[in-house]
Nanobody, 119 residues
Framework: VQLQASGGGVVQAGGSLRLSCAASGRVFSINVMGWYRQAPGKQRELVAR???????DYAASVKDRFTISRDNAKNMVYLHMTGLKSDDTAVYYC??????????????WGQGTQVTVSS
């Protein structure tokens, strides 16, 4: 499985960005796709995730500002970010969790895309 993320960049505080991630390879229909982020000097943290049935959850810090969505037919996941703050500056990683992968549950990571919010 390969994950290719795109859409990062530099945006002013209060602005918006949309991240996209395409999964390819041996992608099963039952999975969870999500976004994590890692700021300099901090641990990687969950931003948002969504199941193949559309159930989603968010980090408290982004709820009501970010929206995660997916296109199952295209194996794509999106993160629409609005009201961006300097605290949102981080490298954003796409994640795919497949509970019924070959030989059991597996997790995959994309290469990361930088989001920088300038004040």
């Amino acid at each position: 499985v390969q994950l290719q993320a795109s859409g990062g960049g530099v945006v002013q505080a209060g602005g918006s960005l949309r991240l996209s991630c395409a999964a390819s390879g041996r992608v099963f229909s039952i999975n969870v796709m999500g976004w994590y982020r890692q700021a300099p000097g901090k641990q990687r943290e969950l931003v948002a995730r969504i199941t193949n049935t559309g159930s989603s959850d968010y980090a408290a810090s982004v709820k009501d500002r970010f929206t995660i969505s997916r296109d199952n037919a295209k194996n794509m996941v999106y993160l629409h970010m609005t009201g961006l703050k300097s605290d949102d500056t981080a490298v954003y990683y796409c994640n795919l969790y497949q509970p019924y992968d070959d030989d059991g549950a597996k997790e995959y990571w994309g290469q990361g895309t930088q989001v920088t919010v300038s004040s």
